[in-house]
């Protein structure tokens, strides 16, 4: 069983940044594709960045040169750089994972939510104008 917990969520004026941590447990051996999702309500969860087991990672156009993912494998962590947010950022946020690797190649998107079997609870971000 995988267990995913997220943190570092707030709230920060526009322009402000923010940290996402998601602590994961389970399978030490285990490889994940890990990716982040963010959610307001009433419109369906979209991907915002993801990485493979091999470090490949993918990024929503809305927040390229924006966000990064990166992950410390000897924390079992997964992270979520977040700068320059913008109002339209505020969301909760979500990490997610895939046992193996999701294929993720130079230039493709983030995987569609239905592949990542193991989900966090999430995180409020919130960056007001």
């Known amino acids: 069983q995988v267990h995913l917990a997220e943190s570092g969520g707030g709230s920060v004026q526009a322009g402000g940044a923010l940290r996402l941590s998601c602590l994961v447990s389970g399978d030490a051996d285990m490889k994940y594709c890990m990716g982040w999702f963010r959610q307001v309500p009433g419109k369906e969860r979209e991907g915002v960045a993801a990485i493979d087991s091999d470090s490949t990672t993918a990024y929503a156009d809305s927040v390229k040169g924006r966000f990064t993912i990166s992950q410390d494998s000897a924390k079992n962590t997964l992270y979520l750089q977040m700068n320059s947010l913008k109002p339209e950022d505020t969301a909760m946020y979500y990490c997610?994972?895939?046992?193996?690797?999701?294929?993720?190649?130079?230039?493709?998107?983030?995987?569609?939510?239905?592949?990542?079997?193991?989900w966090g609870q999430g995180t409020q971000v919130t960056a007001s104008s």
């Open positions: 997610a994972a895939i046992k193996g690797t999701c294929f993720l190649s130079p230039g493709s998107g983030v995987p569609p939510q239905s592949g990542f079997r193991y």
